[in-house]
């Protein structure tokens, strides 16, 4: 961010709020990964969001000085919860910098929060059964006591720099589902962008939404059934881009190239009739 100030040559325009919460809104819109200190990945999503904490403590008040000013904030420093891995943490959208701040809270009611952990464990068993491995990360949070409502996102980010091309596949997922109960309602949307820019530059996106709930039914496990709905959800709409793909081929990009050279003749690829 800094290198685009200096290319304008005002880097004060980086303190502008609009400027600001673009950059933040931008990280919780692509569920960025973010790599703690330890190593530790997490998902910077808007679900996740917590009030800031004072970063910066005033001076200590001089004799004969008077009225110290307030304690102040980093405006580039903004507080998320990572609830599938329990962690508080703070990212500055200009630096990159992450930090720890303390482990998470944990819901208040005890049933609630063994379901959302036992949703966190479904999620990550098909997240490693599905995605390519070390690309995707899922998070769970939970509202409700009795009546829940569980969003469920995951954030697949497969990069290769070296053959110039990125993608992203991002899915959210809102489930209502009351303990205890034999069945549940999923409502969702994925986000699907991919970008190739050797000698070029092409991008390619996709929003698929699922706006008429999708009803299920638990069958033994109330998480595992949840998980496996998202699963078939997902899936049928991989088969359907694979189809797509296929008609784009088959009937779209071939009426694109030249039928014939320029002189109008079939090009002549004998040996004797290149000699």
Same mark, same amino acid.
């Given at each position: ?37 330890? =190593?530790? $990945? ?17 001076? @200590? ?7 110290? @000013?307030?304690?102040?904030?980093? @405006? ?27 482990? /998470? ?8 929060? =063994? ?34 409502? /569980? ?56 929003? $698929? ?18 998980? /496996? /709905? ?34 109008? $003749? ?10």
């Amino acid at each position: 961010i800094d290198d685009i100030g200096t290319i304008v040559g005002n880097k004060d325009f980086l303190q502008q709020p609009e400027i600001i919460q673009a950059l933040r809104e931008y990280q919780e819109r692509h569920l960025n990964h973010q790599t703690l200190p330890d =190593g530790t $990945k997490v998902v910077v999503t808007e679900k996740g969001r917590r009030e800031t904490e004072v970063t910066k403590e005033p001076e @200590p008040e001089a004799e004969g000085e008077g009225e110290q @000013p307030p304690a102040e904030t980093d @405006p580039f420093e903004f507080t998320y919860v990572d609830e599938a891995r329990n962690i508080k943490f703070t990212l500055n959208v200009n630096s990159g910098e992450v930090k720890v701040v303390n482990d /998470a809270e944990k819901h208040h009611d005890e049933a609630v929060q =063994g379901f959302k952990e036992q949703l966190v464990e479904s999620l990550d068993k098909y997240i490693a059964g599905h995605y390519k491995e070390l690309t995707t990360l899922g998070t769970v949070s939970v509202e409700g006591t009795d009546q829940i409502t /569980a969003h469920i996102e995951i954030s697949c980010h497969n990069l290769n720099h070296k053959n110039f091309w990125g993608g992203e596949w991002l899915s959210r997922w809102t489930v209502t589902h009351t303990l205890g109960s034999s069945d549940f309602e999923i409502t969702g949307r994925i986000n699907i962008h991919n970008h190739y820019f050797e000698q070029g530059n092409i991008q390619f996106e996709l929003n $698929k939404s699922f706006d008429s709930p999708t009803a299920g039914t638990v069958s033994g496990d109330a998480a595992e059934s949840i998980i /496996a /709905a998202i699963n078939k959800l997902e899936e049928n709409y991989q088969v359907s881009l694979e189809e797509m793909y296929e008609e784009i081929s088959d009937n779209h990009m071939k009426n694109l190239r030249r039928k014939l050279p320029f002189t109008g $003749k079939n090009f002549e690829w004998g040996v004797s009739k290149l000699m």
